[in-house]
């Protein structure tokens, strides 16, 4: 038997991040979209961006014995709106990763979420993705955009959902940057192709990235779809809670909503398309301290056996609010 912790979403604050305060209010010049977004964090999302610290020792106090644990992405609350490229968010980053890689040391694997690579403000445009942000991930965080580890019939893959959906991220992206970051995406595909290629018949897929909005290019990829009934299991984070999940689900197909920023513009872009995720099988680990309005967060466990079928595979997800799972 093999046991997978994945947490995820963590956004842990360093001081130099906290002291910003208020700091997405301030990007906001409209009284009424300022007022929404203050609604929005105080009754769904986060009231306190900064105040979800003591989750990530919480985690690592109830781990127990682990094969692998596996860090899907968002280790900074990104008040910079460019990632770890932003000074104050690298030192949350680093925290966050230090007492990660401090309790479980090389059974840990860290993967990218959007965060970590830079993020428009939600309704003042602000910020996006930088090339400075990647290299301190992959360089002095250590963070993976792929990996692979065999264990038994099961090939578990990770791989960077902001490479693979890039064409989302265009407007995240300044002008100048995006060749470098096209070429960037094309050689993580070539990986990908060729650890796809290399799965046989016989073995069972299990699929890690952080945001879902990959998936549908993932659902175009010839390579991909001739192995769909393989995949037992697509784990994402970035949704942060179950209430969201069901949202996505029930929110599948609908029209792009215009005119309410750029952060709702690409979520409803995303939920146009959510219809594909299906034959993923997608399992969403939450935030571990989960969202104002559903405080039910966690982390993901995944016991793997030998077996021929998706029976060898259990995932549930443990609660950090109590000892049961949720």
């Given at each position: 038997m093999t046991r997978i912790l994945i947490i995820t979403d963590v956004h842990y604050a360093s001081e130099a991040e906290r002291l910003r305060g208020d700091y997405e209010s301030r990007t906001v010049s409209n009284p009424s979209l300022r007022f929404l977004l203050k609604?929005?964090?105080?009754?769904?999302?986060?009231?306190?961006?900064?105040?979800?610290?003591?989750?990530?020792?919480r985690?690592?106090?109830?781990?127990?014995?682990?094969?692998?644990?596996?860090?899907?992405g968002d280790y900074c609350c990104d008040s910079g709106f460019v990632g770890v490229a932003d000074d104050p968010s690298m030192c949350s980053a680093q925290a966050c990763l230090g007492k990660l890689q401090h309790a479980f040391g090389d059974k840990f694997i860290g993967m990218m979420g959007d965060h970590d690579l830079g993020k428009k403000s939600m309704f003042g445009g602000f910020g996006g993705m930088r090339l400075k942000s990647w290299e301190r991930c992959t360089g002095s965080l250590g963070l993976k955009a792929f990996f692979r580890l065999d264990i038994e019939q099961h090939v578990l893959v990770g791989m960077n959902s902001t490479l693979i959906g890039l064409p989302e991220f265009v407007p995240d992206c300044p002008p100048e940057e995006y060749e470098t970051w096209n070429a960037l995406r094309e050689k993580h595909l070539d990986t990908l192709r060729d650890a796809f290629e290399s799965?046989?018949?016989?073995?069972?897929?299990?699929?890690?990235?952080?945001?879902?909005?990959a998936i549908p290019y993932l659902a175009n990829i010839p390579w991909v779809r001739s192995k769909l009934c393989q995949i037992d299991a697509t784990i994402i984070g970035h949704l942060h809670s179950p209430l969201i999940m069901q949202m996505s689900r029930l929110l599948a197909g609908m029209p792009k909503i215009q005119g309410m920023g750029h952060t709702a513009l690409k979520m409803s872009t995303a939920l146009q398309k959510a219809r594909e995720w299906k034959p993923f099988n997608v399992k969403l680990v939450p935030a571990p301290g989960g969202i104002e309005v559903w405080k039910k967060g966690g982390f993901g466990e995944l016991i793997l056996r030998s077996s021929?079928?998706?029976?060898?595979?259990?995932?549930?997800?443990?609660?950090?609010?109590s000892e049961q799972g949720l």
């Open positions: 609604q929005y964090r105080n009754f769904l999302w986060r009231r306190d961006t900064f105040g979800w610290n003591h989750y990530c020792d985690f690592i106090s109830r781990a127990g014995d682990a094969d692998w644990v596996i860090g899907n799965i046989g018949r016989k073995q069972r897929i299990i699929l890690f990235l952080h945001d879902p909005t021929d079928t998706s029976s060898g595979m259990h995932f549930q997800i443990k609660s950090l609010v």
